[in-house]
């Protein structure tokens, strides 16, 4: 009864199980062991295809946030919220798309580890909402500042920063920082 035809091997033996899910999830260029001990989904009696529904897909993503230590959606909007800022307005201040961040907060987009890195800093550094506002720099005729020592990438976003000398420290020790270190799965066997 109920079951379905395999798209893999076309017998009709393909219905719904609740049963351990196991598997490596690749998000944006690593692969994250995902384990949920109990999911609905259906698999195929004959060649063990699986599909997974939309319900169980929602599961997966909240335990793939979870191991890459990834912002929730709902933490999304409250950073959002925090600075009073529309999705449309976020995005622009993060040079991305408003649907992009629509995505993000309702679930069916995660976000990537940069972007993720972006958000907490929002949270986090005192400034930044102000430079990714784009705010005119005022003192930026005066001798320019001492040029930050070129450790990475990220650094040369900051030289461009209004007040580097006073923003940049926090934010560089921000990114090497204590927070949001990613969970790096190793030895996950494929
Ligand atoms: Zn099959």
């Known amino acids: ?24 999830v690749r998000h944006d260029g690593r692969s994250y062991l995902v384990e949920i001990p109990k999911l609905r989904y259906f698999r195929c009696k004959h060649c063990g295809s699986i599909v997974i529904p939309d319900e169980a897909d929602e599961v997966i993503g909240i335990e793939l946030r979870r191991v890459a230590n990834l912002l929730p959606p709902h933490r999304i909007k409250e950073i959002r919220d925090k600075f009073g800022l529309t999705q449309k307005e976020l995005a622009e201040r993060m040079g991305i798309g408003e649907a992009t961040v629509c995505r993000w907060e309702k679930g069916t987009q995660i976000q990537q580890r940069a972007f993720d890195k972006l958000l907490r800093a929002y949270e986090d550094v005192p400034g930044l909402h102000e430079y990714l506002g784009g ?37 560089a020790a921000w990114l090497s920082g204590s927070s949001g270190t990613p969970l790096l799965m190793s030895g996950s066997g494929r």
């Open 1 to 24: 009864m109920n079951e379905l035809t395999c798209i893999e091997c076309k017998t009709k033996t393909m219905s719904l199980v609740t049963d351990a899910y196991r598997a490596d």
């Open 135 to 171: 705010e005119k720099p005022q003192a930026a005729l005066v001798s320019s500042p001492t040029p930050v020592a070129p450790l990475n990438v990220t650094v040369n976003m900051l030289v461009i920063y209004p007040s580097p000398s006073t923003v940049a420290p926090f934010t």
